[in-house]
């Protein structure tokens, strides 16, 4: 397992207090024991060793892509709490950051009236990693084309800042043999960014990608998806992978009958296509119908539908770790 090391020269307490706090808030869970501090989560865990004026820090995960995501997520948390001058980070080697690599355009095909598909090449052996999630991030950079590097402590450098990236994240919508490319699908909509980029981008132009995010794909008995045009791909992701023997029900919202796409799969889930703005995610909420313990329920749209299906979960005594409900945009 992929580990980094730092060391605190500080009161551990003035760390470790506000850390398992948030990290409890969260809903994770920290555990103390003789004098250790350790705290699991998604990306991996965080061990504070406490040691005489000062204590010790590893973070350890699963994957390196894990392991970079996890450091900038902690380094921000500290940074948060005026603490992060007091701890030494142990020299990395790498100086680019290892949930990233440089890829190129290969081709661009518009599929349906609404989505473009866009070919990557590059290495992508990440995504094929046990416990690799399935979506990433494209990285453009709003004022200047310097790419991020990791800086002496480990962590991720952000030319301008953080804010000055735009930073939309997308599925793998499929990946090559080899690892050696990947397909995503882009909503196309009036304004968008990553659409405009669309129309102007040419074969051989590189795009830096940021990933593997999120989760894998789930593995149940039975499905329960429901989801508007940006959740196409993921959707579709999903109900391609499931088991042959599992069953379920797939609520697919799009703006136009032209972008329901064809689907393959072995599994029995019956999926159904409906108009966006017309017709209403939330209530298809209230038609699935889970058999058994071993399902997965998983709902994507705008931010406060989103909110309104996990509502709908709760109202139906859904299991919370059964159910997602992800917000992938918002209205203005």
Known sequence: MPEHSAHLNADPEKVLAPLAALAEQNGFEVLRENGTCTSDAPLGYVKIIQETGGAGIVFGADTPAKLQSLKDLYAQRIANIGMLDAIDWETPEARIPLNQRITRVVSKEQISKNFMRVRLKGDFT???EEGAGLH???LFNQSGSARPSL???GITYWPG???NWHKPVYTVRAIGPDADWI???VVLHEGGRVTKWCGDVAAGTEIVVMGPNGGGIPIASWYGLIGDETALPVMMRIIEAAPAEASGQAFIFVR???DAQEIQTHSQIQVSWAQMYKDDPVEAAYMLQPKGDDYHVFFAAERRQASAAREVFRERDFAPR????ASYWTTK
Do not use: E, Q, V
């Open 126 to 128: 990440a995504f094929t």
């Open 136 to 138: 990433f991030r494209l």
């Open 151 to 153: 800086d002496d402590r």
């Open 161 to 163: 800042g953080p804010t």
């Open 183 to 185: 397909d995503m699908d």
């Open 256 to 258: 136009d009958w032209d």
């Open 322 to 325: 059964l159910c997602k409900s």
